[in-house]
């Protein structure tokens, strides 16, 4: 089974991307999902978190806002907080891949977003970037509710610049040229994906 990760800084376009993945049958795994259902009421993160910060757990599961904020104000949480959740993340991914590999899937694919700032390129075959220009990227992050420049600034300063995931992956995607370009260049990574899986069947 190949396993291939799609990732791309923020507003390039990956949920799209990973949308026309899934539509061509790929089983996808996707880490903010596996978050979402980690902070959710009955998430497996609850107890060690409601342990860690009691007033950022309620009825609804964590509350980010407060999450956020607590973090702003003690930034040594952050450590102790992804010390509890990435295990968790790993073994939701851990999860997902059996399950694929006992349907027999030839080919599945991980989204997640900061994979060359954890190294979790080090745990697949093949690396699919996305990337749009910049001007084109902060138009889209900047229109988002809530997000100003600042905010953006400070979520840019902390992931992988692009032109180095563009040279570390093994496939690009652009996405500023519109849907349907963006679509037919899903179309060619995907058959040039099942091909190498083909080859590799006959080696």
Known sequence: MKIVALTGSIGMGKSTTSAMFKDLGVPIWDADAAVH??????????????????????PAGVDRTVLTTKILQDPGLLKQIEAIVHPLVGKDRADF?????????????????LLFETGGEAYVDAVIVVSCPPDMQRGRVVARPG??????????????????KRAKSDFVI???????????????????????IAQGAEE
């Open 37 to 58: 259902r980690l902070y959710a009421p009955d998430g497996a993160a609850i107890p060690p978190l409601k342990a860690l910060i009691p007033e950022a757990v309620g």
């Open 97 to 113: 891949l059996a399950a694929a590999r006992e349907q027999g899937a030839p080919l599945v694919m991980v989204d997640v977003p």
């Open 147 to 164: 997000m100003t420049e600042e905010k953006f600034e400070s979520i840019l300063a902390r992931q992988t610049p692009d032109e180095v």
């Open 174 to 196: 652009e996405t500023g040229l519109g849907l349907d370009a963006a679509r037919e260049q899903v179309g060619k990574v995907h058959a040039a994906l099942l091909s190498q």
